[in-house]
């Protein structure tokens, strides 16, 4: 799940000035003129690169787990992401399945997406503003005022969604508008943190980087989402 999830890590860096017009609001004006800028940046890109940094932290373990790597983002739908440390993965996301392969396992595992999946990840790779998931989260803004930056959280109103996820958390730069941290609780207490840096908007990226050539003998298996009807 954190992967999929994961694909929220997008936004643009949107002009200054954007920050003005919602200073001075309040209450649900300054969310819906915060939530009005998102949705300008997200739709404005055309590629993303950023490095990550991943950090899960579960009763199941005992530390935390850190991963990093590099995220890439091509509108409308496509998104790859590379761990590089402590081991090497990579995850392909379209607008139909997501494919995770384990180069020192030799395996593959694709996931085709239903309807439900399709909706939600369309939002998470900045092909649909944010808005358009009023029917599936509630919105509350935090602003600690000054230069601090705004804080978004989603809580899942669909009881599909609230078996899994207990709330997301995005970290919105006041002037950019750009989210620089996101993270996501599961139903169980266990939390994602996504940070990003050296963010790159709308520039060439390599060809064929959304493509996935797997090499012989890689085994390739393919799996179900639950609730993915």
Excluded: C
């Amino acid at each position: 799940m954190g992967r999929a999830w994961a694909v929220l890590a997008v936004g643009l860096w949107a002009s200054a000035s954007a920050g003005s017009q919602v200073e001075g609001l309040s209450g649900k004006a300054k969310l819906d003129a915060v939530l009005a800028e998102i949705s300008k940046a997200q739709l404005a890109i055309q590629t993303l690169s950023a490095n990550f940094q991943q950090t899960k932290v579960s009763r199941l373990l005992k530390e935390p787990s850190v991963l990093s790597g590099v995220f890439y983002y091509q509108a409308p739908d496509q998104v790859r992401w590379e761990y590089r440390n402590p081991r090497e993965t990579v995850v392909l996301v379209t607008a139909q399945a997501m494919v995770t392969y384990r180069p020192a396992e030799r395996l593959a595992e694709k996931v085709e997406l239903g309807r439900s999946q399709r909706k939600l990840f369309s939002f998470l790779s900045a092909s649909e503003p944010i808005m358009n998931l009023s029917r599936h989260f509630s919105f509350t803004l935090r602003d600690p005022g000054g230069e601090g930056n705004f804080v978004l959280i989603l809580n899942p109103v669909t009881h599909q969604l609230k078996k899994r996820l207990h709330h997301v958390e995005l970290v919105i730069d006041r002037k950019s508008f750009l989210p620089v941290r996101f993270s996501y609780t599961e139903a169980d207490g266990d939390v994602t943190t996504y940070e990003f840096s050296q963010v790159k908007i709308n520039q060439p990226l390599p060809p064929n980087l959304f493509s996935l050539d797997l090499p012989p003998g890689v085994r390739v298996v393919e799996l179900k989402l639950r609730g993915s009807e």
